[in-house]
């Protein structure tokens, strides 16, 4: 199984990006997807989550109406779209799979994970 993040890159504050993840090698059913980012020097924190349907969405509190998470279960894809980016956004952003139904925040219930795409926000 592999999960490909793309669309990362060096964005001007208050500009937008758009994550892709896409999954390979296996066909994904009733799980969850997952973001996730990791700043330099800091823990890897939770982004956004979307359940199998795309019906439920959870996001970090401190993300809400910024970020929206979505996902296309014929490309196997999700898609992270972050909007008014600034400084603070700076990090490696993960895709991860987790399995079940519902959407969650904690890391060691994923069980794939992507490389990881480098966003850098600069002022």
């Known amino acids: 199984v592999q999960l490909v993040e793309s669309g990362g890159g060096l964005v001007q504050s208050g500009g937008s990006l758009r994550l892709s993840c896409a999954a390979s090698?296996?066909?994904?059913?009733?799980?969850?997807m997952g973001w996730f980012r990791q700043a330099p020097g800091k823990e890897r924190e939770f982004v956004a989550a979307?359940?199998?349907?795309?019906?439920?969405?959870y996001y970090a509190d401190s993300l809400k109406g910024r970020f929206t998470i979505s996902r296309d279960n014929a490309k196997n894809t999700v898609y992270l779209q972050m909007n008014t980016l600034n400084t603070e956004d700076t990090a490696v952003y993960y895709c991860?799979?987790?399995?079940?139904?519902?959407?969650?925040?904690?890391?060691?219930?994923?069980?794939?994970w992507g490389q990881g795409t480098q966003v850098t926000v600069s002022s």
């Open positions: 090698g296996r066909t994904f059913s009733r799980d969850v």
């Open positions: 979307i359940s199998w349907s795309g019906g439920n969405t």
């Open positions: 991860a799979h987790a399995p079940g139904l519902t959407v969650r925040q904690w890391p060691a219930s994923y069980d794939y």
